[in-house]
């Protein structure tokens, strides 16, 4: 059975002070009103991991995530932070492959296939994203990119491998702009991976992938957007970043 996930990525957003003060009022809203058992995964900036794990460390529901890590077991990069640093402090869940990595720091499909092998290796969830920009959506080929980015980052996986990714899918026109992805646009793409899934492995394999969507979720469309049957959550960013509308999020599966 795949797991219903919100996961909040504050990006380089919160000072530790503004994080602790956020993350306890979500625990707390989460644990009051939260009936639903989807996971929660809150992903603060590197600096506050450790603190953040702390104070999330009694709950049940709420987990933590790391927004990138490097490729590499550890060495001389300077500035990077290896797969393993991040499971000593207590994260469970990696970020790979967002947007802004891919657009602002070069982050390539084959790059993304080594840290997404390396995640895996030290028992870590990735988060896997992928999506395309608007003149990929206005000129038709926005399968064809999705479908490209999907096989080359995760198909050299094994089957028990690949069942242990998080995959979301978020079109670049619908992070932090306001324009959401309409629920049938967001239900036809998931669908598509998923397909793309079961041909290359299988369905029953496929069935087992939690899909998330990501852009411009708020508390007012989430509940169709999560109620598409492809659609196993989602990855927020602005939204993330105000418990009160963080917690109606992962309320829209109540
Ligand atoms: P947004 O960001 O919710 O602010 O659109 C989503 C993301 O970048 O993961």
Partial sequence: MRKNIVAGNWKMNCTLPEGKKLTSEVIHMVEDE???DAHVV????FTHLSSIHSLIGSSN????GAQNCHQSKSGAFTGEISADMLASVGVTHVILGHSERREYFGESDELLAQKVKFVLDNDLTP???CGE?????ESGAHEKLVGDQVAKALFN???DEIKKVVIAYEPVWAIGTGVTASAGQAQEMHAFIRNQIAFKYDQSLAEEISILYGGSVKPDNAKEIFS???VDGGLIGGASLKSRDFTNIVKAFD
């Fill in 228 to 230: 598409q049957p492809d």
């Fill in 34 to 36: 939260v009936k639903n």
């Fill in 42 to 45: 809150l992903i603060p900036p």
């Fill in 127 to 129: 988060i896997f994203c």
């Fill in 133 to 137: 920009k608007l003149e990929v959506r």
């Fill in 61 to 64: 529901k709420v987990l933590l």
């Fill in 157 to 159: 996986l094994s089957p």
